[in-house]
């Protein structure tokens, strides 16, 4: 008998620092849409230690919703599959008024998490941390955001489809 995947999308950012933003602005997009119960959406913001013991609770597929720079124009997204050994080298640490997601899964796997798959939705930011009270997004961040939602029911039911596609014997 096969399983639905369980699935966290964690979306993260600052909204004090301009596009870092992005991942909470595409948290209240998501909010008002229905996933399965397999799915959990959550607005981590900036607190480091709720998404250190979330990514505790062995999820098959963890996907980081935030604001990526790569070098591309502002408000390109990204669907990247991260490489799950970088983290040995990051140090285990948690800010409590910040977000360092590399650190975040440092600390967790310290822990004793284990990362089976981790995606990472990102937009190129125009504007991005520096200068505290930077609020809201810039205009090609903004319009990004329904097509950052659609990505993310689309990756979900993409994760799905490949589990239900797998023959167990």
Do not use: W
Not at 60 to 66: I, L, R, S
């Amino acid at each position: 008998m096969m399983t639905e995947p369980r699935i966290l999308i964690a979306c993260i950012g600052n909204i004090f620092h301009g596009d870092d933003a992005f991942g909470v602005e595409v948290a209240k997009q998501l909010a008002g849409r229905r996933f399965p119960e397999n799915v959990r959406v959550v607005d981590f913001g900036i607190r480091s230690f709720d998404l250190t013991f979330a990514l505790m609770d062995d999820f098959d597929v963890t996907v980081f919703v935030d604001a990526t720079q790569r070098g591309g124009a502002p408000g390109t997204l990204y669907l990247i599959e991260a490489d799950l050994s970088e983290i040995d080298e990051f140090e285990a640490e948690a800010d409590a008024h910040g977000m360092n997601p590399m650190k975040v899964l440092a600390m967790a796997k310290a822990m004793g998490a284990e990362f089976k798959r981790l995606l990472v939705i990102g937009c190129e930011p125009q504007t991005l941390g520096g200068e505290e009270g930077l609020m809201g997004l810039s205009e090609p961040v903004q319009a990004v955001i329904a097509e950052a939602v659609e990505m993310i029911e689309s990756l979900v039911a993409d994760i799905r489809a490949e589990t239900r596609s797998v023959i167990t014997v």
